[in-house]
Every structure is written in C-alpha cells, then in structure tokens.
C-alpha cells in the first residue's frame, strides 16, 4: 500500500476522476439549459377545461399545460380555497397559458385538479401567433373579407390562405420600410448634416444650395412614390379579419395584418411536432424581437454579438502580439520590463465593469467627443461618434482581452527554442525576417490560443456593454446597404444583455423563463462555435509550420 502511494497513483486517479465530476456537471448544465430551452418550442396540447368557480359557477379555461406541482392542503386552506380533501394531502395545481391577454386579467394562471370538472383536446382549437399581444387561442368561425362575412365550407383553409395573404402583403411592406425608404431617409439625413456643414465652413453658395435643393426634391418625390406603395400594401394587409370564438364564448374579431401564423396543435402527428419545432426554432434565430423582447426571435442579438466578438478579435491580435514580441525578443531584462508583465498580469485580474467605465470615459466622451468636434461639428449636439457604439465595446473589449493576448503569445515564444533563431541569423536573415518568416509562424498557435480565451471571455460579457454600446432594442443593424456600409458609431443587441432584460425586466416573468434558458443556451453556441473556428485555425497553422520545429 505504501509503495502504490508513493508511486503516485492515487492522485493521478484523484486528478482524472475530479477532471470527470467537472465535465459531467458541465454537460449537465448545458443539457439542462438545452433541455429547458428547446423545450419551449415543441408544440403543446390544447385542453379544454371545465371548471368551477370559488361560488360553484362553471366557466371555459383554454390554454396549455405549462408547468405543475403538488401544493398541501393547509398552504390552499390558508389562501382561502375550500374542498373536500383531508389535512395532511397534497393538491395537484397546474400553470396555465391561456393567451388571449386583451380579454382576460392574466394570460398565464394556477388552477386546482379540484376545480376541474371535465378536461378535453378539441382537434379544431386554433393557435394563432401574433405582432402583438401574445398568441390566442379559440375556434374560427368565419372570415371577414373587405367588410363581408363569407360564409365557408373550409374554414380552415380559408384561414391559412388569408394569412398567408396577408403575411406576404406586410412582409413586402417592411421589405420597402427597410430598404428605399430606410436609405432615402439616409440620404435625406446626409443632405441635412452637407447643407449644414457648407453653413459653418461659410460655404454655401447659391449653386450648392440650388444643387442640395434639387437633390432633396428628387428624393422627396422618391419617397412620396414609395410611401405611397408602403401605405397601399399595408391596407391590403388590413382589408380582412377572421373571427374567432374565445374561451367565453363570444366571437372576436382579428385583424388578418396582426397575425402572423396558426396551427392546430391537437391534431399534429410527432413528425408533424417535429417540423414545428424545428419552424419554431427558426423564427427564434432568424426573427427581429416582439413584445418587450418577450415574443419573437434574436437575429438582432445573434448579428451584434458576433459583430463585436470579430471586431474586437481583429483589433486585440495585432496589439497583443506586437506588445508579446516586443517584451519577449527587444525589451531587455530588468525591473522596468518585469514591472510591465506583472501589470499586464494584474490587468486580467481587473473587474470588468472597470473597463467599461474606463471605455464610458475615455473612449466615448473624450475620444468620440473629439472626433464629433473635428469631423462632425454639423451634427452636433447630437453625437456621432461621442456615444456609446459597437466600435467603443470592441475596444474596451480588446483592453479587457489585451493581457489574455500577450501571455499566451508569450508563452508560445518562449516555447521556441533559441536554435532556430541564431540558425536563421546565421544564415544572414535579419532579426525582422527571422521574426516574420520563422519566429511568429511558429507561434501561431499560441496565438490563435490567446485568441480562443479572448473570444470565450468577450463572447459572454455584459456588464461594461451596458456602458458602451449595447441596448435593449436596436433599430438598426450595424451593417446595412447604405453608404459606408458598415456603421461602427450605431449601438446594437447582445444575447448577454438579452438574457438579462429578458430575465430580469421583462414585465411577463412565466412568459420569459423559456426564453432566458433558449437564448443562453443560444449564446453558448454561439461561443462555441467561433472557439472550434480558431481552433480549427490553429491545428491547421500548427500543422502547416510543424516542419519549422524540426
């Protein structure tokens, strides 16, 4: 026994079995988070209840089961309810979803397995999606065409083709908000700042003022043409409306433009469940948000967190690795340089909302506030670049990853064995040549290393984007078809912030849980995969400069 100690063995079992509790926890968390998340898009069945009320009235509840638990009686005998079950038992009580907000107080309630009087999954319950105010949930009755109720042997049918009409119609109406009139306003805004900035220069002559004029007017009567369509398309949207008969029994009216899709739930077989969550994960990755960020998809956030992340990424590797090499091969030994490593070290261990106070200060109002000052005094005193934006996060980012960067190039560097150095210099290659042509291709892979830990560190931060540049809803994406495409001044959406306004300011707490664990186990995908993109970077150069080695 004591030679199996003294081998070491016990703590190499130790180590590896520690290694495994790690991974297996880890797994389960992503499971659990993937779990809870995709979950949320599997279609659920539609029961009918019928209830009795606190006075023995019976009424309708439609809506799905979301959640249930056991709750003992003396808890439900203290809030008032009365039944026939002894102390001591428990109740079932289920979470319901019941939709149709506009008409009831509250869209998601408990009800009692005591209450129940009879439960049934009628095939034609009708869940339809809408712009706004949640889904709703009842039967169609009928479909209002241009003011006239048609009568209809297919009801359903007649639905689904209208609303498909009527999705077609507003999508080309966004379609046109989006792109003419969106870069009209564009350049109706830049003729302003030009007309502006000819003012302060002392420069606006007749001829330039008589140029910008015609300029506007031709976009003018542009947009006039297009409002025009855009105002057409979206009352042909609104022409129909279908009627549905609710939980109460009274037939309600829906305007056809505010819905977005209808299924029928109870009667879909699993491969049918199947397609429809694999539509509905498709309308989270690839939507804009709706409802407070309660309704809809993530696209804005999905765009912006990698926008950021690959920005950041080509601004902190250049930096990171001039300041590696500089310290490694040029600065020489002393004080001054050891007093420069343990600072860089001691920066990682900085909180990160330091930094973006730091990015809120000196990136934003004094470096943006100069830069407004010096090219864009005809916007003030509105900013342009002296507000939070995507270009100040990537940079306090890469501040924040800077020293992540220069120790895992470092240690590449130091890695690389002196003979390879005085064999190039030998040779007659200059200090530079050694070092672009054998010294960093051979350290590329402590490079693209220091760059994966930046990427997962930077992937997932909030709390300095909260100061420089993320928000809750942005109207625009950082990219877009108007000149110069890429606009690093706009704020833009991060999954990280979305998770916490979701979770934590949405104002409908049973309607966001589902979307905290989709959208964080979204985020955990996305930094996944631009990991396994360096990483598959880094084997490929490691595998390519391997020669150099020998």
């Not at 509250?106 to 999954?121: E, G, K, N, P, V």
């Not at 359903?156 to 498909?164: C, G």
């Not at 398309?233 to 309600?252: F, H, N, T, Y």
């Not at 934003?364 to 270009?391: K, R």
Request: aromatic share 10%; charged share 20%; glycine share 8%.
């Amino acid at each position: 026994m004591g030679k199996w100690f003294k081998s070491g063995s016990p703590w190499i079992w130790m180590t590896s079995g520690a290694v495994s509790l790690c991974l297996i926890a880890v797994l389960g968390l992503l499971l659990l988070i993937a779990w809870r998340g995709l979950s949320y898009f599997w279609p659920a069945d539609i029961y009918q209840w019928e209830m009795k009320g606190p006075q023995g009235e019976r009424y309708t509840l439609i809506g799905e089961v979301y959640d249930r638990e056991e709750v003992p009686t003396e808890r439900l005998l203290a809030a008032g309810h009365k039944f026939d079950t002894q102390v001591g038992e428990t109740v079932t009580r289920y979470l319901i979803k019941t939709g149709n907000r506009e008409f009831v107080s509250l869209d998601f309630r408990w009800i009692l397995a005591t209450d129940i009087i009879s439960r049934s999954q009628p095939e034609n319950i009708a869940i339809i999606e809408r712009s706004k105010n949640g889904d709703f949930y009842g039967y169609p009755v009928a479909i209002i065409e241009d003011g006239v109720r048609l009568p209809s042997q297919n009801i359903e049918a007649d639905f689904q083709a209208h609303i498909e009409r009527a999705v077609e119609l507003n999508d080309r109406a966004l379609s046109l908000q989006k792109g003419v009139i969106g870069s009209i306003n564009y350049e109706l805004e830049n003729l302003r700042l030009k007309s502006r900035r000819y003012e302060l220069d002392n420069a606006l002559t007749e001829s330039r003022e008589a140029e910008i004029e015609a300029q506007r007017a031709k976009l003018n009567a542009e947009y006039q043409l297009v409002e025009k369509e855009f105002f057409a398309l979206k009352s042909e949207a609104a022409r129909d409306s279908v009627v549905i008969r609710d939980m109460r029994g009274e037939e309600v009216i829906l305007k056809l433009d505010t819905l977005l899709d209808v299924t029928y739930a109870n009667r879909l077989s699993l491969l049918g469940k199947v397609g429809q969550w694999f539509i509905g994960v498709g309308k989270f990755v690839s939507d804009d948000p709706r409802e407070a960020n309660t309704e809809g998809g993530v696209f804005p956030a999905i765009f912006g967190t990698v926008f950021m992340v690959i920005l950041m990424a080509v601004i902190v590797t250049p930096f990171g690795v001039v300041a590696a090499i500089y310290l490694h091969e040029y600065a020489k030994k002393g004080p001054v340089t050891k007093m420069i490593r343990i600072a860089v070290i001691n920066l990682a261990g900085v909180p990160s909302i330091v930094y973006g106070v730091f990015g809120l200060g000196f990136f934003v109002y004094m470096f943006g506030g100069t830069l407004d000052q010096l090219f864009y005094p005809e916007a003030l005193p509105a900013p342009t670049f002296g507000s939070p934006g995507v270009i100040w996060s990537a940079l306090t980012l890469a501040i924040l990853t800077l020293p992540v960067v220069i120790v895992s190039t470092e240690e590449g560097l130091s890695r690389i064995p002196s003979s390879v150095r005085q064999g190039s210099l030998a040779l007659g290659a200059t200090k530079a040549e050694t070092l672009w042509r054998i010294i960093i291709p051979m350290a590329s892979p402590a490079i693209m290393t220091g760059l994966i830990l930046a990427v997962a560190r930077a992937a997932g931060e909030v709390a300095p984007l909260m100061l420089v540049g993320v928000v809750k809803l942005a109207p625009t994406l950082p990219i877009d078809m108007n000149f110069p495409f890429v606009h690093l001044e706009r704020k833009f959406m991060h999954l990280g912030f979305h998770i916490y306004d979701v979770g934590f300011q949405s104002p409908n707490v049973e309607a966001a849980r589902p979307l905290v664990y989709a959208t964080s186990f979204l985020l955990v995908s996305v930094i996944v995969a631009l990991n396994l993109t360096a990483i598959g970077v880094r084997n490929h150069l490691r595998e390519k400069y391997r020669s150099l080695e020998h």
